[in-house]
């Protein structure tokens, strides 16, 4: 069995290759896992097809008691999961508490609850004729096997969260964690086989890009994490098996304060979703738009609420509130932009450049004098910075937050809830909060997923469990029917003139446009 607690984390097959995993606070490695290749994740898929239906015969109840169960696991276990988040991302501690703890004690709970109810037959109605007194019902049943592939941002959130669901409906599932933070995955699934998950139901395919590839080839379904690039690779190979693909991508989260908003909480909000997890969550606020009226009071606000906050490696609760930047190339990207920034004419108000010394930090930076030819409002940073632009209007705000190719997340701030839930309309993002950010995630009973190149599908809901099923359509007739339908052979012209009559009556009774 794999174990997270010793230096080298065993293999579940014989690997081919070993992963480092670095802590990136301190820039140790702290465990090495392995990387499997195409043949072991054959057979791995071999094992999840013969779990499977096991699995399923449990029921919503049978399944649904090894949920609860881990939901408790969870909670009995939140200081040793919250650790092994921190020493893969270098994420504080409070990030992981709030983003990784609180949502894998909501989502167990909640999928183990609502389950049934979104997968229930449904008795459907239909206005067709040739159908009267039948049963009609529409079923939702599992696909199989599910294959998840995740990001390195959320190890729990946006990995094991999406498998609760898969899970749920009756598959078995396939995570494929990003390389860079394997371990919380692994640590979840021991836990998981302790709270009486069969085996080979939920298993951990460690690897990079290649085991991720090699994952699409043998599942059902595939849920993907991750960026846009690698998205359009994922849907590419799952368009070639022909294989549903729910995809959730990258974000340039745009948020809007309009002249009557309370300045005050704006800033505090856009401080907080800004750096929260150092800026990476792919619904960060990426960029501000605000009217001029309260621009000048905005600036002065959140440059100094970001002057103030620590950074540096976590040490505990309470210690700094920025981490580290969890993911090596990505410290290029945002020195990047805050370069390009700079170089076209931005100011730099906090901040600014990656902090000396051991570990991978990056200050948290505040911009002003941006625009649209700049990286920084365009591209996804990924990292703790905040561009603010100055607008006109209202108008103008909405065209600049449209002005991209992402659309996940988005915000608006206004004391007119009314006016602002307007403009929240106008904009082409899977969600909008009005006088809030991001909170739309926690909300499980809402579909969360991206508009434009920031996804297909949605995670939560009734759609975030439906997706990792197929639909059947249920068509009962009852014993007692005639011996054949009235429109069956042979074909006769009284026959015909009756049901051209019947066409009439029934469809040709509105008027011409
Ligand atoms: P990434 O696309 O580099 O990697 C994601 C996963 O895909 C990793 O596990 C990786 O090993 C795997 N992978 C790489 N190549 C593959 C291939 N050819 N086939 C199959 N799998 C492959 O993304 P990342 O850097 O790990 O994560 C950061 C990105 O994720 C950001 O863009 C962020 O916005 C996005 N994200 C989106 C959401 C959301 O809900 N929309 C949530 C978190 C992160």
Redesign the pocket.
Known sequence: MATVEHEQVEAEQAPSNLIEVENPGTGEIIATVPELDAAAVAELAARGRSAQPHWESYGFQGRARVMLRAQKWVMDNAERITKTIVSETGKTWEDAQLAEIGYAGNAFGFWAKEAEGFLADEKVRSSQVLVLGKKLLLRHRPLGLIGV??????PFT?SVGDCIPAMMAGNSVIL?????TPLTSMLLAEGLRECGLPENVLQIAT???????A??EHVDMIM????????R??AE?AARRLIPASL????KDPMIVLADADVERAANFATYYSMQNAGQ???SIERVYVEAPVYDEFVAKVSEKVRELRVGRPEGPGSVEVGAIT?PP?METIKDHVADAVQKGARVLAGGNQTPGAGRFFEPTVLVDVDHTMKCMTE?T?GPTLPIMKVGDADEAVRLANDSVYG?GASVFSKDTERGEAVARRLQSGAANVNDAMINYTVLELP???AKS??LGS?HGAGGIRKYCSQQAIVVTPKLAMKKEIFMYPYKSRTSKMLAGLFKVMYGRGKRA
């Open positions: 592939i995740g990001p390195w941002n959320y946006n494929k964690p990003s390389e860079i690897g990079r890009g290649a085991t991720g590839a994952l699409i993907f994490t991750g960026s846009t690039k690698t998205g690779k994922v190979a959730e991508l990258g974000g969550t792919c619904i993911f990505q996804e990924f996940l969360m997923g991206g920031s996804g995670r």
